[in-house]
């Protein structure tokens, strides 16, 4: 992978504003306007080189393990993480940790239809009504299915289908709603919201439990944008829990990532907006630290950096993303992936001390298969390099 010096071309690149002719098929060409900076100003850090700080969670030679989430128990010390034994689809591995991501079990016993998961498999607590916790299990393409847990992961449900309808990336983030109940969100481009569609424009959906996760009810559109290709959402609450933000990966790679706002519990949502190149990448994971700032992995698509393709994360603050202008605090190289794109689909918890653990795949080998790792680090460490 190409690598070029951070100064050279944030001085030439960042900050620019490029306009770029875009044939959406129609016969018209549209001239689209990207209001962000295609690179970004604020400080980088680079942990990739500090192996002390990297556990691996799960690798086989020879064979690609992709995609993984994780789940922190009450307790504060146990996890869960599960992913595919491929690129997306390939049959579930699970793994559990005791001692809060040091070190892992060896690959547990799951039902036998987890093998015919299709898609990337991510996992969630929830809570009923009656006050049952459940960890529940999505996976994804037509039909999404779901496997569910009563006893912290002890015994799992096989997957079945949660609905008449599919999607990418299932469920990419869950946020519980001041009612109680949860709301979910996947894109899908028309091959499998109905079974054997045709790929077209990207949708984002949302889909609503209030029975704790045990039955959904139908998709409906929360984003889309004409030219732009928006999907894999993740979400996050305001400070004061008033507003969801939603950030959005572009597929088309024609524009920044993109961000929509919601004021009344997902019910409406706002016109996407482009972010900041800082803010620009694939599959977002969002925490607020103990201090109030938010630490958001992703994987490095910003049109203009010298970690495009790597594992990264942003430290900013959420007024940092309502106002367009602002770029954030820094970023972070999380680890160096040694192919162009394929890596950090990433998973995160923050422990009591104030330790993040994120967790992601990527080709950390040049040759190799891509393999499960996990990166431990804490708001202080960083900004003491910052």
């Not at 996947?186 to 054997?196: L, M």
């Not at 959904?216 to 609450?237: K, Y």
């Not at 698509?301 to 202008?325: C, E, F, M, R």
């Amino acid at each position: 992978m190409k690598r070029f010096d951070f100064l050279q071309l944030t001085t030439l690149l960042a900050g620019s504003t490029v306009l770029s002719s875009l044939n959406i098929g129609s016969g018209n060409t549209l001239l689209t306007g990207y209001d962000q900076p295609r690179g970004y100003n604020i400080p980088l850090i680079d942990l990739a080189d500090e192996t002390d700080r990297q556990i691996v969670v799960d690798r086989e030679k020879g064979q690609y393990l992709g995609h993984p989430t994780t789940v922190l128990l009450d307790d504060q010390k146990t996890m869960y993480t599960v992913y595919p034994k491929g690129h997306g689809g390939g049959q579930i591995v699970m793994k559990k940790s005791t001692n809060a991501g040091l070190t892992w079990s060896d690959r547990l016993p799951v039902p036998d239809n987890w093998s015919t998961s299709r898609e990337v498999p991510t996992i969630y607590p929830v809570v009923g009504p009656d006050g049952t916790k459940r960890l529940i299990m999505f996976s994804g393409l037509y039909p999404i299915r779901m496997g569910f847990s009563e006893d912290n992961g002890q015994t799992w449900s096989s997957l079945e289908p949660i609905g008449d309808f599919g999607g990418i990336v299932a469920m990419s983030d869950l946020l519980r709603l001041k009612d109680g109940s949860y709301m979910a969100f996947f894109h899908d481009d028309g091959r499998f919201i109905d079974d054997g569609g045709e790929a077209g424009q990207f949708y984002v959906y949302k889909t609503r439990s209030t029975d704790g996760g045990l039955s959904w009810t139908d998709p409906v559109v929360v984003a889309t944008h004409r030219e732009a290709d928006l999907c894999e959402p993740g979400v996050l609450r305001s400070p004061d829990g008033s507003q969801i933000a939603m950030l959005l990966r572009e597929n088309s790679r024609q524009f920044n990532s993109f961000v929509t706002f919601s004021d009344d519990e997902g019910t409406t949502w706002s016109e996407p907006v482009e972010l900041p190149g800082a803010l620009t990448g694939d599959r977002h994971q969002a925490i607020y630290t103990h201090d109030g700032r938010l630490f958001i992995s992703f994987r490095d698509t910003t049109h203009i950096s010298p970690t495009k393709g790597d594992w990264v994360a942003w430290v900013g603050t959420y007024d940092d993303i309502l106002n367009p202008q602002r770029e954030g605090q820094y970023r972070v190289r999380l680890m160096d992936n040694k192919h162009e794109w394929d890596c950090a689909y990433p998973a995160m918890e923050l422990l009591p001390d104030g330790t993040i653990v994120t967790t992601t795949y990527g080709h950390w080998i040049e040759g190799e298969e891509p393999y499960i790792v996990s990166v431990r680090l804490t708001m202080d460490e960083l900004d003491q390099r910052a």
